[in-house]
């Protein structure tokens, strides 16, 4: 089946560029701007959001970066991004993919707003607060090399992205276990390709 994949270069596109350089399948780039190609009827069609990432495997059309993830890594099993259906490790590796696009995301886009959640008003989110995400995610990436067992997984991929950008741009507090992890996973092969790709896309147009 073909694999087409609707992105921009400066978006959480570039999250499953990584996992497209992981799954090592040949695929269709679609380059979109904001405002005009995303919003126009072709697009729209396939996401109503207006919002990229997407991806279309076939006739299966996936948004949403964590989704998509999740569907790549069982779409493609040889490229061994999860563990197996079934297994101890599953439950893990699902907790920590969603938790990076549950209270991470909302964690670090408040954060990037402005916004700070009262105290009293904690129980009504679905994060908590900031410290008890950093101290979750600490916990998370102090416990051996990956996430889950001893092998990367889109879990990892999609975690370390969030920590990543949120380390760059000042939204994810600084910390030893952070930068470690982070410089673990960025150095792969794959990770550098699919940041070249989309470094490269940027500059272009620019």
């Given at each position: ?55 279309r495997h076939g006739d299966v059309i996936v948004t949403e970066a964590a989704a998509i993830c999740a569907y790549l ?60 995400v950093l101290d979750t995610l600490e916990y998370a990436v102090s416990h051996g090399d990956y996430l889950v067992g ?7 991929l999609y975690l370390g992205a969030q920590l990543g950008w949120g380390l760059q741009f000042g939204t994810i507090e ?33």
């Amino acid at each position: 089946m073909s694999l087409t994949f609707y992105t921009n270069p400066m978006s959480r596109g570039r999250i499953v560029r990584w996992m497209l350089e992981e799954v090592g399948e040949p695929y269709e780039t679609v380059v979109l701007d904001y405002g005009t190609t995303m919003k126009g009827a072709d697009y729209l069609a396939i996401n109503p959001m207006g919002k990229v990432p997407a991806i279309r495997h076939g006739d299966v059309i996936v948004t949403e970066a964590a989704a998509i993830c999740a569907y790549l890594a069982d779409a493609f099993p040889a490229a061994k991004l999860a563990p197996p259906s079934g297994g101890k490790l599953r439950g893990p590796y699902y907790r920590w993919l969603f938790y990076g696009a549950g209270p991470v995301e909302a964690m670090v886009s408040n954060q990037a707003l402005g916004v700070v959640v009262p105290e009293d008003k904690r129980g009504m989110i679905g994060y908590g607060s900031r410290e008890q995400v950093l101290d979750t995610l600490e916990y998370a990436v102090s416990h051996g090399d990956y996430l889950v067992g001893d092998s990367f997984t889109a879990a990892d991929l999609y975690l370390g992205a969030q920590l990543g950008w949120g380390l760059q741009f000042g939204t994810i507090e600084k910390r030893p276990a952070f930068e470690t992890y982070v410089g673990r996973i960025f150095s792969r092969p794959a990770a550098a390709r699919a940041r070249q790709i989309d470094d490269e896309l940027a500059a272009a147009k620019a």
